[in-house]
């Protein structure tokens, strides 16, 4: 007579470790000049991607094409940083509003009291936030030391800076990519930039021309940052990656001459980049 004995065997359990390597935010640098564009550089903006968040920092002209020529989609924009509201920053606005106007998202536009206030006459004057327009804009306005919990997570501290009335700088705080990256806008050499700078991953601060131009123009010691300032005052602050941007189109100079200035001073990890360079690099 048969009969079924259970049989208790030992099972081998396999254990399966889903292990997630870390995500890392990708900064793609669509422009690089300062006011003047040359033929190789256009106005300094930034598109990050950290996770879902889609950020763009500063508006110069032709975002849509910019960021389509690097492979990237402008309509998955979901934020905004505005630092101040001189046209390099700010006059290709209207243009990406319009571009995506049918389609129906919300860009979050974060900015000084003064620059929510210009940006909405700005898209007033163009009817860019009239019901047909399916692109929303929300306005949201950051005081100087405010800290913002935005898009999925991400934090945003607004530092002001002694560039234009309506001047901020940003840190963005990405917990889920372990990163802290700063950006300086436009700006003299400004201590509260550099308190903050100590203890970031990534500074991303103006370096307008060699110092022989603020020589020559004495003006723009209260405005802009030289290449030799940025270094001494970066190794100072023990800044540990630097990427210097803004470059004037409007004197003669090469970014060899930039890299030399800094590196005067300046010890730490050093990238001069090029419109539509990528950070950290690909390998
Ligand atoms: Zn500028
Ligand atoms: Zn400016």
Known sequence: MGYF????????????????????????????GGATATDKRDNTS????????????????????KLKKAGERPDEINLLLLTHIHPDHIYGLPSLVHSLMLIEKEIFIYGSQETVNFVATLLDLFELRKPQIKCKTVLIPVNPGEEKIIGGGLRLRAIRTPHHSSSL???????????????????????PLWAEAK?????????????????????LKAVHTSSYELGFYAEQAGVRRLIPCHFFGEVDFSLEEIETEIRANYTGELFIPRDFDRWPKKI
Request: with cysteine; proline share 9%.
């Open 46 to 65: 930034f598109f990050i991607k950290s996770g879902d968040d889609r950020i763009l920092i500063d508006c110069p002209g032709s975002i849509v094409h």
């Open 5 to 32: 004995k259970s049989i208790r065997e030992p099972i081998d359990f396999v254990f399966i470790i889903f292990y997630k390597l870390p995500s890392m935010a990708e900064l793609i640098i669509l422009g690089t």
């Open 169 to 191: 700088a940003y840190l963005l705080i990405m917990e889920k990519d372990s990163q802290k990256w700063l950006f300086s806008g436009d700006t003299p050499p400004h201590p």
């Open 199 to 219: 203890v970031i991953d990534l500074l991303l601060h103006e370096a307008s021309a060699p110092h022989r131009f603020f020589e020559t123009y004495p003006e």
